[in-house]
């Protein structure tokens, strides 16, 4: 069946292409003019920055639209397009209106290494997690169901060190990974991706890379969607989306509420390897409430954005396999709350951006439903954890055609406490840690067309409480021939440092865990070179990326049996990345990613003696990932089918034996989505399936993942 629903796909993409017309689009001075809109009555695209266009499967008499304000449209039939179009400059002026900057050049980074993803309205994706499972550049931990934490990391790092932001507002804790399975697809607009060190961006944990989230805002017209889904092990998902702009005030509101058992089965680790042993996760059950709120007013002298992120959960965590009854029936609850204010003031070719943040969650730990003999002291625990994160970021921006400057500085405070009911001298009094940084961001491009030469440079100093001030810093070069085909070279060299978290440093623990006060912050030096050639949107990249890490941080047992994290005095991380996308028609589009990973553990002895770990692989870095990806598309049908395959990983640090290696895994997955009309409705019927081969793995040891599981998505939309 699984393998007839493939083959159904495949069917789908056999629809005839037709007419094709791509060029370049220039201004008076021939230098290409990106976001240039070219569309048809039933197809648009938008020029890139070398203004390129490829518009596919259209009629030959079809009438082509190109529209960019501040230059005269220009309508032609789709048979008299030629290679070059020039468009003529024609400013319009609105009374009593300023037009403040595109949202584009809101993004985060102005480097030549980000890849930047955009999210479809009507994909079937649920959280951010999601939508970045496709790449397989990127580590995704955590079970694939709903409710479950997830976390995103750059292969050879941890969580930690990817640091994830929200319209360029830190939400990582310090030195904590973030779950990304908290923000739904829903009120995403795009993803950036900036891989290698980042620090001079985003300041502490972007060592790793930066994660950078844009959020959605309405446009014209007033709309409501309600969307339905359900499916395997209890899914049962209910959101409802309100939307709706005019010339000064946008509002986008997001509700959902969601509820699912989680209750797969599953091989026991101590059975294996009988198929008829089959458990079922058990105390597994999720339930979560979101609510999303996005408003801005603006007017001729500023741009007002308020965001508001709040979530009510409640969680059963069963904990791993090999140890079910200490943790039998234990569960997590809480509520999170995140607000964001942002003013943008524009003068000119001059914008001052003022962001304030604030943060606040608190959370319940609750593991006193244990059998005998483990409803002792030792395991029971009932404890509430408190955390607060606020401050503020200014910066002002410059742009011209070939200048770009970005200067300012933030403020960070973070507190913590830890209450343990069951035992009190395991409570953490209230600690808290301020940063001061101050940061700029310049770049500098020359365009000679068909050349293009850039130059990145970034800079950010930091302060902390109880740290030493950390210098980073980032130089991206890139050189570009724009013409049929594109060919870009670059690459960048950088520095970035992770600090220790509140966890890390300041826990108590018990007989078998403890932090460590002692704690240094990890540093790294990263460079990177890559060259990608693009052909009509048919684009192949080769990256190579080599990092070096000091005092990384690790989690080992001391002499006396008791988990601890301590200081690693190296490790060092190479990557070999392939990226291929191939559409050969409008209607089919093919990508794959290809990467290698070597991360060894470069630990010496305070005597400068080798250790006897020194040359072994890092824990849960896998050899490789592979991931391929063919998307199709037929009218108001689309379809996609994707296989992801994982390497080996050692879960042991001294890797003397070869049972103490994950298993490379194989997972299929498709989808199937289509889209009517009716009036003013738009009516979506979907449906995922995960893991069509019902494969039984494992990302970390002891911890089983689900097999074959599916999903039903219903949406209607209205606009008025």
Not at 4 to 13: A, D, V
Not at 54 to 72: C, E, P, Q
Not at 660 to 668: I, P, R, T
């Amino acid at each position: 069946m699984r393998s007839k629903i493939i083959i159904l796909f495949i069917l789908i993409s056999t629809a005839l292409p037709g007419f094709e017309i791509s060029g370049i689009v220039l201004n008076e001075k021939g230098k290409p003019i990106e976001n240039v809109i070219v569309s048809t009555n039933s197809k648009a695209v938008i020029t890139g920055e070398n203004g390129r266009f490829i518009l596919k499967d259209i009629s030959a008499d079809n009438k082509v639209t190109f529209h960019k304000i501040g230059y005269a449209d220009i309508i032609l039939s789709a048979d008299k397009i030629p290679s070059k179009l020039i468009l003529q400059t024609a400013p319009i002026q609105i009374p009593g209106v300023q037009v403040i900057k595109a949202r584009s050049n809101e993004a985060l980074l102005k480097t030549p290494d980000k890849i930047v993803i955009q999210v479809d309205s009507n994909s079937n994706f649920k959280n951010a997690a999601d939508i970045l499972r496709n790449r397989a550049d990127l580590l995704i931990s955590g079970t694939n169901l709903h409710g479950e934490q997830q976390n995103v990391s750059i292969p050879g790092y941890k969580a930690r060190h990817t640091l994830v932001m929200l319209d360029g507002i830190p939400l990582n804790k310090s030195g904590m990974a973030f779950d990304i399975s908290t923000i739904p697809a829903e009120i995403i607009e795009s993803i950036e991706i900036i891989k290698g060190s980042a620090s001079s961006q985003g300041g502490a944990g972007s060592m790793g890379g930066v994660i950078n989230i844009n959020t959605k805002r309405a446009e014209g017209k007033l709309s409501t969607s309600v969307n339905h889904g359900f499916g395997s092990f209890g899914l049962d998902t209910t959101s409802l989306t309100l939307s709706g702009a005019n010339s000064q005030f946008q509002g986008y509101v997001f509700l959902s509420k969601s509820f699912s058992r989680n209750d797969f089965e599953y091989e026991p680790y101590d059975c294996w390897p009988d198929p008829d042993s089959m458990r079922t996760r058990e105390y597994n059950d999720k339930k979560i409430y979101d609510a999303n709120l996005n408003i801005s007013y603006s007017n001729s002298f500023c741009r007002i954005n308020y965001k508001l992120l709040y979530q009510d959960f409640f969680k059963k965590l069963p904990g791993p396999i090999n140890n079910l009854d200490c943790f039998k029936n234990s569960r997590l609850t809480g509520k999170t709350q995140r607000h964001f204010l942002n003013i943008t003031k524009g003068i000119q070719d001059y914008f001052l951006k003022t962001d304030l943040f604030y943060s606040h969650e608190k959370t319940t730990y609750d593991n006193t439903r244990l059998d005998s003999p483990f409803n002792t002291q030792l395991y029971e625990v009932l404890g509430n954890n408190f955390q607060q994160n606020r401050g503020a970021k200014c910066k002002l921006e410059y742009q011209s055609d070939i200048f770009y400057v970005d200067w300012g500085g933030d403020y960070r405070y973070e507190k913590y406490e830890y209450e343990e009911i069951t035992n009190e001298l395991n409570s953490i009094p209230q600690v808290f840690r301020e940063n001061f940084a101050a940061f700029g961001n310049t770049k500098l491009e020359q365009r000679l067309f068909p050349y293009r030469i850039g130059l990145t440079a970034s800079a950010r100093w930091d302060h902390t409480t109880n740290f030493k001030d950390f210098t980073s810093w980032r130089i991206s070069p890139e050189f570009a021939y724009e013409n049929i085909l594109t060919i870009t070279c670059g690459g960048n060299v950088s520095n970035g440092f992770t600090l220790p978290s509140f966890y890390s440093i300041y826990w108590k623990g018990d007989t078998q865990v403890a932090g460590n006060p002692d704690l240094k912050p990890e540093d790294s030096l990263s460079w990177q070179l890559f060259s990608y050639f693009d052909f009509y949107d048919n684009f192949l990249k080769i990256t190579y990326r080599h990092d070096d890490i000091d005092n990384m941080i690790y989690w080992d047992r001391d002499h006396n049996g008791k988990w601890k994290p301590h200081n690693l005095s190296g490790a060092e991380v190479n990557n070999y990345e392939l990226e291929l996308v191939l559409k050969p028609f409008g209607s089919i589009e093919l990508n794959g990613i290809y990467n290698r990973t070597k991360a060894i553990d470069r630990t010496y002895n305070d005597d400068g003696s080798q250790t006897a770990f020194f040359g072994k692989k890092i824990m849960y870095i896998p050899d490789y990932t592979f991931n391929l990806n063919l998307q199709m598309k037929y009218k108001q049908l689309s379809g996609k089918v994707s296989y992801m395959h994982t390497g080996e990983q050692w879960t042991t640090r001294d890797q003397l034996m070869e049972e103490k290696q994950l298993f490379a895994y194989k997972l299929v997955d498709a989808g199937l989505q289509y889209i009517c009309y009716w009036n003013k409705f738009e009516i979506l019927l979907g449906i995922a399936m995960n893991n069509l081969f019902n494969e039984l793995y494992e990302i970390y040891k002891y911890i089983p993942q689900p097999g074959f599981n599916w999903e039903m998505n219903l949406g209607l939309k209205y606009e008025i």
